[in-house]
């Protein structure tokens, strides 16, 4: 069942020439936690304050499950009951306990409701050693475990997420990434979150939208995103890809009837990992190396195959490469773009 619906959805600021977003349509069943990536100013953040009834769109419309999501024009209080956001900045108040900072977003409540459901954020987020400090006392990871209790304690229907790691240390926030993954699911809470973090949205979400320039231009599932890929921009975004025609590649294969498995006019995305050392008889291609690129556990190494054709794979075995690369591709890997 869809939780939330997005149909033709448009936004143009005053005074700026280019829309921030454009047509953009989606819908996110109950319990997904769907992940929102791109560059800065791609329409990310506009997007979630107009889901979250913050902004107002020029055009289109938001539903959660039937209900019409408006913006500040029609509420005298911009926002809506059912929908939470987490800034980046955590926006806690700053001189009062944790405990009465996860109260506060309990107010009107019936007592007991309230005092229920702080305990029971308390143990979720794992905020019982902390529940008396104040925010200024706790660590970034610490205050983004509890923006995230104090928005999860009424029960929301959906949880926005707006950068939601980009002021927490680097060392730390691998090891809070999963922590608020299994909050939200063990919460059972359909969640949005912003990232221009492909690494995240990769980890983190059942469903990716990949947005650019104001258009949503790919939606599917982690796996579907980095492994077919709509354009070669998502292609190179979430990893390293070698994009390339097949035409351009057929003369330097060793194994000729490799090509015949793609039209001439074919263009493709070959991974990093795709292609692979092997010796002589088993090759597609040869090729020198170039340039080598250290990262830690493996390296990344740039082949050059003909004069304007470079190809780049991952090497996992620290040894010195040979004068001639001997390169087999794993064909079955290899995306065709439509």
Request: glycine share 6%; charged share 20%; proline share 4%.
């Amino acid at each position: 069942m869809n939780i939330l619906t997005v149909k033709d959805l448009n936004k143009t600021y005053s005074g700026q020439f280019a829309p921030a977003i454009k047509n953009i349509t989606l819908a996110i069943k109950k319990g997904e936690i769907f992940g929102l990536v791109g560059e800065s100013g791609s329409g990310k953040t506009t997007l979630l304050r107009i889901i979250a009834g913050l902004e107002d769109a020029d055009s289109g419309s938001v539903r959660l499950l039937k209900e019409s999501i408006t913006g500040p024009s029609q509420n005298l209080v911009p926002g809506h009951t059912h929908i939470r956001l987490v800034h980046q900045n955590f926006n806690l108040q700053p001189n009062i306990s944790i405990r009465q900072n996860i109260l506060y977003s309990l107010k009107g409540y019936d007592l007991q409701y309230q005092l229920d459901r702080l305990d029971k954020m308390i143990d979720l987020c794992d905020l019982s050693a902390l529940q008396h400090k104040l925010p200024r006392q706790l660590s970034g990871g610490e205050m983004q475990r509890v923006a995230l209790a104090r928005a999860l304690a009424d029960e929301p229907m959906l949880l926005l997420l707006d950068e939601p790691f980009s002021n927490v240390d680097i060392i730390r926030r691998q090891e809070l990434k999963h922590e608020v993954s299994d909050i939200i699911r063990k919460s059972g809470t359909t969640a949005i979150f912003v990232t221009h973090d492909t690494t995240e949205a990769l980890t983190l979400s059942d469903t990716i939208g990949v947005m650019r320039d104001g258009s949503l231009i790919q939606i599917g599932t982690p796996h579907h995103i980095y492994n077919h890929p709509a354009t070669s921009y998502v292609a190179r975004f979430f990893g390293n890809a070698n994009i390339i025609s097949i035409i351009k590649l057929q003369p330097y294969l060793r194994i000729k009837q490799q090509a015949s498995l793609f039209n001439k006019q074919d263009v493709v995305c070959i991974r990093a990992e795709s292609i692979q050392i092997c010796q002589e008889a088993e090759a597609d291609l040869t090729g020198k190396l170039k340039k080598v690129y250290y990262l830690g556990m493996y390296e990344l190494w740039d082949v050059q195959i003909a004069r304007n054709i470079s190809l780049q794979l991952l090497h996992f075995q620290k040894t010195p490469p040979p004068e001639k690369l001997f390169l087999k591709i794993v064909w079955e890997q290899v995306h065709v773009f439509q």
